[in-house]
T-cell receptor, first 117, second 112 residues
Framework: DTGVSQDPRHKITKRGQNVTFRCDPI?????LYWYRQTLGQGPEFLTY????????KSRLLSDRFSAERPKGSFSTLEIQRTEQGDSAMYLC???????????????FGSGTRLTVV | DQQVKQNSPSLSVQEGRISILNCDYTNSMFDYFLWYKKYPAEGPTFLISISSIKDKNEDGRFTVFLNKSAKHLSLHIVPSQPGDSAVYFCAARTNRDDKIIFGKGTRLHILP
């Protein structure tokens, strides 16, 4: 397994355009998370899935944002009518089932850097 | 409302010395704490974690200490090496779900 993959690594788009990012989690992980990170901030939670079910959405996720995980494997995050304030690093992470005594944590992808001009 | 606070945006430490990164939290429902390390243009990588039932966890040069009564944790790196220069994020998870809340990070500079 090659870890969590995100595509593309970088995206430059004009204001008002739609963009879509893809995340391929670690295959045996049933939970997938999307975070956003801006300069000087830590990763901020956007949404997460358990298998194909979207369990929680942050208030940061406006109506212009939509995320899907149709078959419980890869996920897409779409931003419609992009704004300059959407410029950020979008991070995807996955995790497996909670272990009773083991180490648990997210495995992050390398992120997609979005620049809206 | 910042539930996980890292009050030092940056820290400089001489190579070979101890680096101590601090973190405070406000949510008493947090039951698991993590430290992540991040290099530029990469995603965060897991470093070390600690359950709320423990007060110390050690992994090689890295030790995390948890003081539940003070709602404070710290990461100790001994000895500090040049490759440790990165941004370190303190993070916490509640016992309700698996969502992790991150602090703003501390940029660690290891000086030669």
């Amino acid at each position: 397994d090659t870890g969590v993959s995100q595509d593309p690594r970088h995206k430059i788009t004009k204001r008002g355009q739609n963009v879509t990012f893809r995340c391929d989690p670690i295959s045996e992980h049933n939970r997938l998370y999307w975070y956003r990170q801006t300069l000087g901030q830590g990763p901020e939670f956007l949404t997460y899935f358990q298998n194909e079910a979207q369990l929680e959405k942050s208030r940061l996720l406006s109506d212009r944002f939509s995320a899907e995980r149709p078959k419980g494997s890869f996920s897409t995050l779409e931003i419609q009518r992009t704004e300059q304030g959407d410029s950020a690093m979008y991070l995807c992470a996955s995790s497996g089932r909670r272990q009773g005594k083991g180490i648990w944590g997210y495995t992050f992808g390398s992120g997609t850097r979005l620049t809206v001009v | 409302d910042q539930q996980v606070k890292q009050n030092s945006p940056s820290l400089s430490v001489q190579e070979g010395r101890i680096s101590i990164l601090n973190c405070d939290y406000t949510n008493s429902m947090f039951d698991y704490f993590l430290w992540y390390k991040k290099y530029p243009a990469e995603g965060p990588t897991f470093l070390i974690s600690i359950s709320s039932i423990k007060d110390k966890n050690e992994d090689g040069r890295f030790t995390v200490f948890l003081n539940k009564s003070a709602k404070h944790l710290s990461l100790h790196i001994v000895p500090s090496q040049p490759g440790d220069s990165a941004v370190y994020f303190c993070a916490a998870r509640t016992n309700r779900d698996d969502k992790i809340i991150f602090g703003k990070g501390t940029r660690l500079h290891i000086l030669p």
